[in-house]
T-cell receptor, first 115, second 112 residues
Framework: KQEVTQIPAALSVPEGENLVLNCSFT??????LQWFRQDPGKGLTSLLL?????REQTSGRLNASLDKSSGRSTLYIAASQPGDSATYLC??????????????FGQGTILTVHP | DAGITQSPRYKITETGRQVTLMCHQT?????MFWYRQDLGHGLRLIYY???????DKGEVPDGYVVSRSKTENFPLTLESATRSQTSVYFC???????????FGDGTRLSIL
C-alpha cells in the first residue's frame, strides 16, 4: 500500500526566503506526482503535475522535482511571499492493479511566510 | 461560472439520518472523485467514477453510496450517518485518469 510522507509538517519563514518542501513515497510504481495548495476553508488548487517520465516541472516561482528511484519529490518556492502561506500537499498517482489512477495524499506542510 | 461546485457548504445532522452531498462540474470531465479529509489521515478516496453510470470504490467506501446518471453530477449519500463520518468532503474532477484533478471547496459535515 502506497504511503506518502511530507516533511516538515509546518514551516515558518520570513518573506523573501527560498524554501524546499519534501515529499516521500514508499511505492515507486507511480505515473504522476502532483503538488497542491490548500487555503483555509477552501479546496485544493493544483500547482504542478510531474509525469513519471519527467524529472521536474516549473511554474513561475515554483519548481517541483521527482526522483522515482529514491521515492522523493521536492517543491522549491523561490522568493517566498506572505501570499504563499497555505498548506501544501503532495499526491502520488498510483500505477497498476486496483490502484490505477488513484491518488494517495501526504498530510501536508503548513507554510507561514511572515512579512 | 465554469468550475466544480459542492453543496451544501456546511451541514449538521444526527446519527442515523440519510444525507446527500451534491457535486456539479461544468467542464464535462469524464472522471469524478469523492474524498474525505480528516486530521491525522489526510485526504482519502471514497469513490470515483470514470464516466456516467461507471463507479468504483476507493480506500474508504463503507457507509457511502454514489451514483452518476449524468456526466456533470456525482452525488454522495450517507445512508445512515454515523459520528465517524464527521469530516470535510471534497469532490474533484479530471478530464482523464492521468490528468490533473480539480477540486471543489468542500462540504463540512458534522454528525451529532
Amino acid at each position: 500500500k502506497q504511503e506518502v510522507t511530507q516533511i516538515p509538517a509546518a514551516l515558518s519563514v520570513p518573506e523573501g526566503e527560498n524554501l524546499v518542501l519534501n515529499c516521500s513515497f514508499t511505492d515507486s510504481a507511480i505515473y504522476n506526482l502532483q503538488w497542491f495548495r490548500q487555503d483555509p476553508g477552501k479546496g485544493l488548487t493544483s500547482l504542478l503535475l510531474i509525469q513519471s517520465s519527467q524529472r521536474e516541472q516549473t511554474s513561475g516561482r515554483l519548481n517541483a522535482s521527482l526522483d522515482k528511484s529514491s521515492g522523493r519529490s521536492t517543491l522549491y518556492i523561490a522568493a517566498s511571499q506572505p501570499g504563499d502561506s497555505a498548506t501544501y500537499l503532495c499526491a502520488a498517482w498510483n500505477a497498476g492493479g486496483t490502484s490505477y489512477g488513484k491518488l494517495t495524499f501526504g498530510q501536508g506542510t503548513i507554510l507561514t511566510v511572515h512579512p | 461560472d465554469a468550475g466544480i461546485t459542492q453543496s451544501p457548504r456546511y451541514k449538521i445532522t444526527e446519527t442515523g439520518r440519510q444525507v446527500t452531498l451534491m457535486c456539479h462540474q461544468t467542464w464535462s470531465h469524464s472522471y469524478m472523485f469523492w474524498y474525505r479529509q480528516d486530521l491525522g489521515h489526510g485526504l482519502r478516496l471514497i469513490y470515483y467514477s470514470a464516466a456516467a453510470d461507471i463507479t468504483d470504490k476507493g480506500e474508504v467506501p463503507d457507509g457511502y453510496v454514489v451514483s452518476r446518471s449524468k456526466t456533470e453530477n456525482f452525488p454522495l449519500t450517507l445512508e445512515s450517518a454515523t459520528r465517524s463520518q464527521t469530516s470535510v468532503y471534497f469532490c474533484a474532477s479530471s478530464e482523464g485518469a492521468s490528468q490533473p484533478q480539480h477540486f471543489g471547496d468542500g462540504t463540512r459535515l458534522s454528525i451529532l
